[in-house]
């Protein structure tokens, strides 16, 4: 069974950065789908963006040109890199990864932005 481990959430203000990480218990050459979505109080589970097994990826409107979505194979992570992040922008982020048979979650990242 899959696992998976998300790290770099925190306090930030407005215009400010942030790093998500993601590792999974496996490589991550292994996944159709690597995801990161996040939920807001009060608000569905959206997706953020996400990178395809060919490293093609997609954004949700509210993110592009800000927000960017890698794979660091050597470190076998997934990462999330986040500028010019708005209040907006708070919420707890889950990484998501998928195969044919498996479709796991993180625990998720609180994500604040605030001044």
């Known amino acids: 069974q899959v696992q998976v481990v998300e790290s770099g959430g925190g306090l930030v203000q407005p215009g400010g950065s942030l790093r998500l990480s993601c590792v999974p218990s496996?490589?991550?050459?292994?996944?159709?789908?690597m995801a990161w979505h996040r939920q807001a109080p009060g608000k569905q589970r959206e997706l953020v963006a996400m990178i395809i097994a060919n490293g093609n990826t997609n954004y949700a409107d509210s993110v592009k040109g800000r927000f960017t979505i890698s794979r660091g194979i050597a470190e076998n992570t997934m990462y999330l890199q986040m500028n010019s992040l708005k209040p907006e922008d708070t919420a707890v982020y889950y990484c998501?990864?998928?195969?044919?048979?498996?479709?796991?979650w993180g625990q998720g990242t609180q994500v604040t932005v605030s001044s």
């Open positions: 496996r490589s991550i050459l292994s996944f159709n789908v």
């Open positions: 998501n990864v998928q195969t044919p048979r498996d479709n796991t």
